[in-house]
């Protein structure tokens, strides 16, 4: 590999890390806001071991992103081979792991499923209308894709607000109306008094139909991904196999 070219390697690589870096600090941020919100869904949700460990997750991966961004950024830079190997290593181990836990989801379809209903039977239960954070964003959800609750609006049979009440309400984010000057959160009166005002659909196969509609847009970005830690791999290689024997003073000591 020629000068000119090791040297567009190197800094093309240098700009590849720093990038990784700093979205490996978004995730970490966005770990923490979940984590430490007092607003967020985990408030609601503070004995569901799956959206905590999901939030761990988050953190460690952003962690590990920024770390691995940084020990990229160094030996691109000073041309460190015992960094670059580090760093292709740590990639491959991303690349297999995004493998198994693609394949662990498809494969745990029902048991994730079982879990999310779990966990939205829980916000159902103790909205309350206050429009908090976390009401806000079941009302979006339920507003925008036109479904109650997640498998039907007999989800929402256990909220409180509605057991206590006298008269038959529901949701507002669940009125099937294009009454523009509805409520977009809170609870509303059934003036039908059948509920026929009232989306049947769960969000669940919302979910699903969103997902299947959007399936290559999902699978694209997903093999974008592969396709960035892939070229990551490789500029990797290419410069610790091409750069000379490695200068230790080169390496800042502080």
Do not use: H
């Not at 057991?163 to 507002?172: A, D, E, K, T, W």
């Not at 396709?227 to 091409?242: A, D, Q, T, V």
């Amino acid at each position: 590999m020629g000068k000119g070219c090791l040297t567009v390697t190197k800094y093309f690589l240098f700009l590849f890390n720093l990038i990784f870096f700093l979205l490996g600090g978004v995730i970490l941020g966005f770990g923490l806001w979940l984590l430490l919100d007092n607003q967020s869904f985990i408030v609601v949700l503070n004995d569901s071991t799956a959206v905590k460990a999901a939030c761990y997750i988050l953190i460690g991966v952003g962690g590990f992103s920024m770390l691995m961004g940084f020990v990229g950024c160094l030996g691109a830079i000073y041309e460190v081979r015992c960094l670059l190997g580090l760093y292709f290593t740590c990639l491959l181990l991303i690349l297999i792991a995004q493998i198994a836990a693609g394949a662990l989801i498809y494969f745990q379809k029902d048991m994730l499923d079982e879990e999310m209903s779990r966990i939205v039977s829980k916000v159902l239960d103790n909205y309350p209308g206050n429009n908090t954070t976390t009401e806000q964003a079941w009302d979006f959800i339920q507003r925008n894709m036109k479904c109650c609750g997640w498998n039907g609006r007999q989800d929402w049979e256990g909220n409180m607000a509605i057991v206590n009440s006298s008269q038959m309400i529901f949701p507002c984010s669940c009125q099937n109306s294009t009454n523009t000057t509805a409520p977009l959160s809170g609870f509303c009166d059934d003036t039908s008094g059948s509920g026929s005002s009232v989306y049947e659909a769960g969000c669940s196969d919302s979910v699903e139909a969103w997902l299947r509609t959007n399936m290559w847009v999902i699978l694209g970005v997903c093999l974008g991904v592969a396709f960035i830690e892939l070229l990551g791999m490789i500029l990797s290689i290419c410069l610790c196999k091409n750069v000379g024997v490695v200068d230790y003073t080169k390496v800042p000591k502080y």
